[in-house]
């Protein structure tokens, strides 16, 4: 059976995958060497796409599937339909 995470597990999944990709981009800084600083740049901006992306898909309203992506923090009630955000 597939579990459905709630809308908090769904933010807290993105914010630890952006965190994550922009520590990555970061510790580029401390590389001299231009072999590994690109692969581990490339894989950073990836990580933090994949987070924008995960955002955009999956951050919405359960009520009224309105996106809650812009949201700074997530609201307590959906802007759009007034719903009760878990």
Known sequence: MK???????RSRICTNLYLAGMGI?????LFESIS????LLTIGVAMVVA???????H?????????LAGARTLPEFCP??????E
């Open 80 to 85: 759009d339909c007034g719903g009760k955000l």
């Open 36 to 39: 590994v600083k690109m692969p």
């Open 25 to 29: 981009i970061i510790l580029t800084v």
């Open 3 to 9: 579990k459905h995470r709630t809308l908090k597990e």
């Open 59 to 67: 951050i919405k309203c359960p009520h009224c599937g309105s996106n």
């Open 51 to 57: 987070a924008l992306v995960y955002r955009f898909k």
